[in-house]
């Protein structure tokens, strides 16, 4: 059954530039062990276009680079009434995840045709066969996350679907009387899937208890509320339109603030063995 809870708030950057008057310092950190992005910095300036998009412009959040994130790439996508791809994926081993934050996106999916609204998700496979248009009559902004899949023999590729966060119920985590849930869109347990998309959601006062530290690298981008971070012995405060880059073992924990529910879209890698890589002798 669908859920009946009200429909969620996502934040969903506009561009533009501040005025001259503005101070210059802000909140990014670049580290080796974290990045913070706050939301200011995704002004005009810092889009980027890509081939065989039309009317689309995007906001890198994170990208495979020495230094910086590993496993994956994010984006904001931006498109424009009309706008869209029908090649929208150059390398035919890259999955995706697509997540509506504002507006309305048509996405056909190996011939099916999708209307996905804000809350909607896509889960894209290696080799799927997929475009994008904007059939609306205003902008649709919505990430789409990035990984080359990571093929096991015996194992087949995991399927394409679409969903949306309102036709699924939080995960509440143990012990914590539901201030802490995570939003699953896929079975932890079927290890055909390496990684993973999830809406984590705090309640006001909420916390995660305990540094984190682990191999899964990680990308948060804050959907909803505030909160404050505590990463690698470091206290930073984050609000809506954030994002965070954490490397592996990366501590982390924090603790929700303000008046409503801190809600993240979190990536993480999931499910197969650490690579070795041996010396020949």
């Keep these: ?10 934040y969903a950057p506009q ?12 909140r990014a950190v670049f580290t080796e062990a974290y990045a913070l992005i706050p939301k200011g910095v995704m002004r005009d300036i810092v889009t980027s276009n890509l081939p065989f998009w039309e009317g689309t412009r995007l906001w890198v959040l994170a990208r495979p680079l020495s230094g910086f994130a590993e496993t994956f790439s994010q984006y904001i996508m931006e498109v424009a009434p009309g706008g869209g791809s029908d090649k929208p994926e150059p390398e035919a081993e890259a999955e995706g995840v697509l997540f509506v934050v504002e507006g309305e996106l048509t996405l056909t999916l190996e011939g099916v045709r999708h209307i996905l609204a804000p809350g909607g998700y896509a889960f894209i496979p290696p080799g799927c066969e997929w475009r994008v248009r904007n059939e609306s009559r205003e902008p649709v902004r919505f990430h789409w996350v990035r990984k080359a899949y990571e093929f096991v023999d015996g194992l087949k590729v995991p399927e394409a679907f679409v969903t949306n966060e309102q036709a699924i119920t939080p995960v509440e985590m143990p012990g914590t009387e539901g201030r802490w849930a995570t939003t699953r869109f896929v079975d932890p347990n079927d290890v055909r899937h390496d990684m993973h998309v999830n809406i984590v959601t705090f309640q006001p006062g909420g916390v995660i208890p305990f540094d984190e530290t682990h191999v899964m690298e990680h990308g948060l981008y804050v959907l909803e509320g505030k909160a404050v971070y505590h990463l690698n012995q470091q206290w930073v405060e984050v609000e809506a339109g954030d994002f965070m880059w954490l490397r592996a073992f990366c501590p982390q924990a924090c603790y929700a603030g303000g008046p409503g529910p801190f809600r993240y879209l979190l990536y993480k890698d999931v499910n197969r063995h650490a690579a070795l890589k041996l010396s020949s002798r």
């Design 1 to 10: 059954m669908p859920s009946t809870r009200p429909p969620a708030s996502y």
């Design 15 to 26: 561009g533009g530039h501040p005025p001259q008057t503005q101070l210059t310092a802000d």
